[in-house]
């Protein structure tokens, strides 16, 4: 997986005429921009980012599935870096991944004591995940922000608890 802005740039610091417009229009946010520096910096060149969720307080960054584990470094060196950056709380997600390793990701270092699934009124399936008593004051944000992430990377209906 490949940063947003090429090595070049990265390198030099200057933008080509294809970062720029991505820039400008855009299409990579100052966030996203610095993210990439750090990880041109930090990562030889082999880890990249898909793209990242905004949720004001927390930014969720969605990599490959390889590459959740290299992103977020050693010991959380790599995202801790990035988290002092930006001044906000990181979470790394891997694309297409599964409801469990999403919201275990997502909600680390709070941990899941399980997921159930529910019908709603309407029928359709909704997943409960639960999350332990001790741990919920770990749960990087807000759990209706926290539903529509899991929403947006899996399509799934959540509702997270404590219990
Ligand atoms: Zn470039």
């Keep these: 997986m490949e940063l947003p802005i090429c090595d070049v740039c990265l390198k030099s610091g200057i933008f080509c005429q294809g970062c720029e417009k991505k820039l400008k229009t855009g299409e990579i946010t100052?966030?996203?921009?610095?993210?990439?520096?750090?990880?041109?910096?930090?990562?030889?060149?082999?880890?990249?980012?898909?793209?990242?969720?905004?949720?004001?307080?927390?930014?969720?960054?969605?990599?490959?599935?390889?590459?959740?584990?290299?992103?977020?470094?050693?010991?959380?060196?790599?995202?801790?870096?990035?988290?002092?950056?930006?001044?906000?709380?990181?979470?790394?997600?891997?694309?297409?991944?599964?409801?469990?390793?999403?919201?275990?990701?997502?909600?680390?270092?709070?941990?899941?004591?399980?997921?159930?699934?529910?019908?709603g009124k309407d029928g359709r399936e909704k997943y409960k995940i639960r999350v332990k008593k001790e741990d919920a004051r770990r749960i990087p944000a807000k759990f209706e922000q926290l539903n529509s992430i899991i929403k947006l990377l899996t399509d799934e209906e959540t509702m997270i608890v404590v219990d």
Aim: aromatic share 4%; net charge positive.
């Design 30 to 119: 100052p966030i996203e921009l610095d993210i990439a520096i750090i990880l041109y910096k930090l990562g030889d060149g082999k880890i990249g980012f898909k793209k990242t969720i905004d949720m004001g307080e927390l930014l969720v960054i969605v990599t490959d599935k390889d590459q959740v584990g290299k992103l977020i470094g050693k010991g959380g060196k790599i995202v801790r870096a990035i988290s002092k950056q930006i001044g906000k709380k990181v979470r790394v997600v891997g694309e297409d991944s599964d409801l469990k390793s999403v919201a275990k990701d997502l909600l680390a270092p709070a941990r899941i004591s399980g997921i159930n699934i529910m019908y």
